[in-house]
C-alpha cells in the first residue's frame, strides 16, 4: 500500500477561526484523517505547509509514520521549526494511524500499547467567550453543569494580553471566579486559564487570591520558555501549575521535567507532532510525576478522535479538553463524532480514529476570509 496523495483543507465551523483538516489517501482505496492546529490569520501559512510537505509523502507506505516525522523535522526543514510546520507534520500523522488503523482494522489506541482506560474524562471549554460580568459567568456555567460536566475551565482576566496588569484586573478575576464558584458548588472543577500573559509578581498575587475557591489547576500563568519563573509561581502558590499548549515535540518539554516547572502537561495533538509524539512526552513525564492533560483547541471530530486514542495509552492522563461551540459544526461533517456522557467519552471502538468525515459537507463550510484585526498601538497602551 503507497501514499497517492495529501491534501488539506480549510473549513469554518461556525465560531471563531477557520479549521485545518488533512486527508491522506492510497492505492488500496483506503483514506486517513487528520486535523492541524490553527489560530486566527495563520490557518492559510498551516495549510501551505501541508500542501509542501504532502509531496514527499508520495510514493511511501503509510505504516512508516515514526520516519515521517524524523524526515518531515530533519531533511525537510532542515531542523528549523515553526508552529506552521509542527501543526502540518500532527495533522498528516494522524492520517497516517487513521490509515494503519483501518488496513488492520484496530482502533488507533490498540496500536500504540493498548488501552490504560475504558473512557477519557473531559472538561468544558469555550463556554464563556463573550461575556463580561461575574453574574454572566455564573449563569453561563450553570447551564454547562446542567449538561452534564464536572469541570470547566475560562479565563477571568480581561484583555489585553499583557504582562503588567492594574489590579482592577486583577479584582474583576477574582470577583468572576468567585461568581463561578457560588454557583457551580463546591464540587465542580475548576480549571483557570491565564494564557501565558502574567509576569510572576502578578501571577503570584492573583494566584494566592484565587486560591480560597478550591481550584484544579492554574494553566500557563507565564510562558513555557522561562521555566524558572514558572517554578517560583508553583513553589510562591502551592497550586497545580499546567503548561505546554504552545510547547513543540520532546525537545521542548524536557527543560520543563528538569526543573519542576509544572505539575501537569498539556501539550496539544494537533501541533506537538502527532499522536506518537504526545504519547512519547507522556512517557518522558511519567518518572517526573507529571501527569497529561492535552490541550485541544480542536474540532470535536479528528481532533478530539485524536485525542481520545493517545490518551486512552497514558498511565499518567487525568482529563482532556471539549469545545462546546464546535459541537453543532461537528454533526454536521461527522455522523459518529465523539461524545461525552456526564463529563466522559467512551472509547471508540471502530478501526483507525473510530469516526467518519462526510466530504461533501465539508467544503459546504469553507474558510472564512477575515478582514485584518484591529491590533493594539502604542496609543492604546496603559501607563
Known amino acids: 500500500m503507497k ?38 490569520d495563520r490557518d492559510q501559512p498551516v495549510l501551505a505547509q501541508v500542501s509542501a510537505l504532502g509531496p514527499y509523502l508520495v510514493g511511501r507506505t503509510p505504516f512508516d509514520i515514526k520516519h515521517f516525522t524524523q524526515f518531515a523535522f530533519d531533511d525537510y526543514a532542515a531542523r528549523r521549526g515553526s508552529l506552521e510546520l509542527f501543526c502540518a507534520i500532527s495533522g498528516i500523522e494522524q492520517a497516517l494511524w487513521d490509515i494503519v488503523g483501518k488496513a488492520l482494522n484496530q482502533p488507533v489506541y490498540n496500536l500504540l500499547g493498548g488501552r490504560c482506560r475504558d473512557r477519557i474524562r473531559v472538561y468544558a471549554n469555550g463556554w464563556s467567550y463573550g461575556m463580561k460580568e461575574p453574574s454572566d459567568y455564573a449563569r453561563a456555567a450553570e447551564k454547562v453543569v446542567a449538561a452534564g460536566f464536572d469541570a470547566m ?5 480581561p484583555s489585553p494580553w499583557r504582562s503588567y496588569i492594574p489590579k482592577e484586573h486583577e479584582d474583576r478575576a477574582v470577583a468572576v471566579v468567585k461568581a463561578v464558584r457560588e454557583a457551580v458548588g463546591p464540587k465542580v472543577d475548576l480549571l483557570i486559564e491565564q494564557h501565558r500573559r502574567l509576569a510572576p509578581m502578578h501571577a503570584i498575587r492573583l494566584d494566592l487570591r484565587l486560591k480560597e475557591f478550591g481550584l484544579y489547576w492554574l494553566e500557563e500563568p507565564c510562558a513555557a520558555e ?59 513525564a511519567e518518572p517526573y510525576f507529571i501527569a497529561v492533560s492535552p490541550h485541544n483547541y480542536n474540532s470535536t471530530v479528528l481532533g478530539l478522535a485524536s485525542t481520545v486514542h493517545a490518551s486512552a495509552t497514558m498511565p499518567n492522563f487525568i482529563i482532556t479538553e471539549y469545545f462546546l461551540p464546535f459541537v453543532e459544526f461537528g454533526d454536521k461533517v461527522s455522523p459518529n463524532q465523539l461524545k461525552p456522557r456526564n463529563g466522559y467519552i467512551d472509547l471508540p471502538t471502530a478501526p483507525g480514529l473510530g469516526i467518519d468525515i462526510d466530504e461533501k459537507a465539508l467544503t459546504e463550510h469553507p474558510a472564512r476570509i477575515y478582514a485584518a484585526r484591529k491590533l493594539r498601538t502604542p496609543s492604546d497602551e496603559g501607563p
Open 3 to 40: 501514499i497517492t496523495k495529501v491534501s488539506g483543507y480549510g473549513v469554518h465551523p461556525g465560531w471563531r477561526k477557520n479549521l485545518v483538516f488533512v486527508k491522506v489517501e492510497t492505492d488500496a482505496g483506503i483514506h486517513g484523517w487528520g486535523e492541524a492546529y490553527s489560530q486566527y
Open 153 to 157: 475551565k475560562f479565563d477571568p482576566l
Open 226 to 284: 522561562n521555566a524558572e519563573a514558572l517554578a517560583e509561581i508553583r513553589k510562591a502558590t502551592g497550586l497545580p501549575i499546567v503548561i505546554g499548549e504552545a510547547t513543540y515535540l520532546k525537545q521542548g518539554f524536557r527543560p520543563l521535567f528538569e526543573r519542576r516547572a509544572a505539575d501537569i502537561i498539556n501539550p496539544d495533538v494537533a501541533c506537538v507532532g502527532g499522536i506518537l509524539e504526545l504519547k512519547e512526552i507522556a512517557a518522558m
